[in-house]
């Protein structure tokens, strides 16, 4: 891998994001000052310049279009702030992380570039179910499937001249092979299980908590406040699990997003709800996931889930939704139960479940013991083999075979 230089584009990079934040903060850690690869990232921002991290870590902060009615994205839309970038820096490979924008200015950029980057995208947003199939689901099916497909036709234009596509969960991954992006890489996504553990847990918050009744039961919702998120089934659920329960439960949210009021308004409306706010650090962050008992993650459009994945790490039992990449983490493990998306009447079925079952320490360590096995040095290292392998590829003029590979064990072998 001697002078390899990856550039990574991505327009779901926001200063408040989630998965995706956390993702390439810990890829610029892990490369800083490694001297055998170049990392560059594109990171969209407010002004252009460029910032240098270490002898192997270069961001190139280029002025970006917010967009409107979100938390800080911006998207990366200057074709010669681009080209700047890549002809200062003659990447081997670039990875774009988003769908919109991005995958035609790169491959415009790269048209006459000899020798030409090898190409892959990261499916870090399930973009045909997620922004069309969602909205559609209020509609008959017939709709529903009608506005995905037309999403599956735009990523199969949109991704057709890259060498292979990078997914995080081998469920995700199989579905999108189904509907024609059939060069997939298994790279699943990483956990800090020594900040996110059990001993993180707080006695003083879980005092505050319980508020004097040692059983009761607190849920914790580390999202972005949004439907997408499951947030309506939370606050629909709530007074029905107060009823339910011997207690009613401590529900605690983190995070900022366009249900902001609502939550809001719940906390005030509810002795047992509390809103934290944004928590930007990761130990504050790992302090209340290991001093509850129950973490949700109900979107049905998560590619890996790394909340589901740091809340496994601290011990927590987890209900979350049957889609997706966080039901492949939970179902798995046995760590909790999963629900269909949006249904209050399961969602309460279950949290109910989890309280009164006796388990909540077993499927703790279940959980626990599952994700242990990813590791976001283990995420880059999975990588480093992938480039390694879209590039062998590439160099000798070939195409990727088709499939979805996974090189996280010793030998390639192919899921599907």
Request: hydrophobic share 35%; proline share 5%.
């Amino acid at each position: 891998m001697s002078g390899l230089t990856v550039l990574d584009c991505n327009n779901f990079w926001s200063p408040t994001g989630g998965g995706v934040r956390r993702y390439h903060l810990e890829k610029l850690k892990y490369f800083c000052d490694r001297a055998e690869v170049k990392h560059v990232f594109v990171m969209p921002d407010t002004s252009t310049y460029q910032e240098v991290l270490g002898q192997g870590v270069c961001i190139e902060h280029v002025r970006s279009i917010k967009e409107p009615g979100t938390d800080g994205y911006r998207y990366v839309l200057n074709r010669n702030a681009l080209r700047r970038v890549v002809n200062q820096h003659t990447p081997d490979i670039i990875e774009v992380g988003s769908p919109l924008f991005l995958p035609w200015l790169i491959r415009s950029v790269i048209r006459r570039t000899k020798p030409r980057p090898a190409l892959v995208g990261f499916w870090h947003d399930d973009f045909p179910r997620t922004h069309l199939g969602r909205p559609a689901r209020k509609f008959p099916p017939r709709i529903r499937e009608s506005a995905e497909g037309l999403g599956w036709w735009w990523m199969r234009r949109t991704f057709a001249s890259f060498d292979a596509m990078f997914v995080a969960s081998k469920r995700v991954g199989t579905n999108m092979r189904r509907h024609g992006l059939r060069t997939c890489y298994y790279t699943p996504l990483g956990v800090d299980i020594d900040r996110f553990d059990r001993v993180r847990r707080d006695p003083d918050i879980v005092g505050t908590v319980n508020a004097g009744a040692d059983d009761r039961i607190s849920i914790f919702f580390p999202h972005r406040l949004s439907d997408e998120k499951g947030l309506s089934t939370v606050i629909q659920a709530y007074p029905l699990l107060c009823e339910k329960l011997p207690h009613a439960p401590a529900l605690v949210f983190a995070g900022i997003g366009p249900g902001l009021g609502r939550v809001q308004e719940m906390a005030r409306r509810y002795e047992h709800v509390r809103y934290l706010g944004y928590l930007e650090s990761a130990d504050d962050l790992a302090r209340w996931y290991a001093s509850s008992d129950i973490a949700v993650a109900l979107s049905a459009f998560e590619t890996f889930g790394l909340s589901a994945a740091e809340a496994m790490a601290s011990g927590l039992a987890l209900v979350g939704s049957d889609e997706g990449g966080a039901a492949e983490l939970i179902e798995d493990s046995g760590c909790g139960i999963t629900v269909p998306y949006g249904n209050t009447e399961d969602f309460v079925s279950a949290v109910s479940t989890l309280a009164s079952e006796g388990r909540l320490k077993e499927r703790g360590r279940l959980g626990r013991s599952h994700v242990s096995r990813f590791t976001w040095e283990g995420t880059f290292r999975n990588e480093l083999a992938c480039y390694r392998d879209v590039l062998q590829y590439s160099n000798a003029g070939m195409d990727v075979p088709e499939g979805l590979h996974d090189l996280t064990s010793d030998e390639r072998r192919m899921v599907v």
